[in-house]
């Protein structure tokens, strides 16, 4: 029987009020823990990527590059949202969680991107015989977007679905909508 999975990528503290907040973040995962709690059962797996830096990360501006410092492993920053952890706890299916960006000198947005890792979750979503992935999560123009288009490299296309409501951007959706479009990847609001 094909099977539908849920993944949510880096619903950490940081990316919603820490260091590196996206707008409409607070909402969108207090949103996705109710639709967890809802429709959790309809899912007998959800995959959870995590950011998970060293200290001295190169994608931090204190290192020379882009953003600043973020989900750094162990730190408060890096937790999941509480609302969101407590509705996987409750979720009686299995929750599956997948780190990146753990090597100083790389970053990945997309856990596509970490080798060993994605080995992992491509044998994963054989083995469950998943045909169907909704995914969401943060932030929508960046490691949203590059996970999405790694995925589709490896399966097709048409097998994802995006959650808009619970995927927020910096840029207010408008490349992850480009991305959608491009590859006509299915959109529900
Ligand atoms: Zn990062």
């Not at 539908?4 to 009020?17: G, N, Y």
């Not at 007998?44 to 989900?71: K, M, R």
């Not at 492993?73 to 996987?88: I, K, M, T």
């Not at 929750?95 to 994605?118: A, I």
Request: charged residues 20%; contains cysteine; negative net charge.
């Amino acid at each position: 029987m094909s099977q539908k999975a849920l993944l949510i990528v880096d619903p950490q503290i940081d990316f919603i009020e820490g260091t590196l907040p996206v707008p409409g973040a607070v909402d969108a995962m207090n949103d996705l823990a109710k639709y967890v709690n809802e429709h959790g059962h309809e899912y007998p797996l959800i995959i959870v990527t995590a950011d998970h830096h060293p200290l001295h990360h190169c994608s931090f501006n204190t290192q020379g590059g882009p953003w600043a410092e973020h989900c750094i492993r162990n730190s408060v920053g890096a937790a999941f949202w509480p609302p969101l952890f407590q509705a996987l706890h409750d979720y009686r299916g299995y929750v599956h969680t997948l780190y990146k960006g753990q090597s100083v000198h790389r970053d990945e947005y997309s856990v596509f991107k970490n080798p060993s890792v994605s080995v992992e979750i491509r044998a994963y979503i054989r083995e469950m015989n998943i045909s169907k992935i909704d995914i969401c999560g943060i932030a929508g123009d960046f490691c949203v977007s590059d996970t999405l288009l790694d995925a589709i490299r490896y399966f097709s296309p048409d097998m994802f679905n995006l959650l808009r409501r619970f995927t927020p951007s910096f840029d207010g959706g408008h490349h992850l909508d480009g991305v959608v479009s491009r590859y006509n990847i299915s959109v529900t609001d």
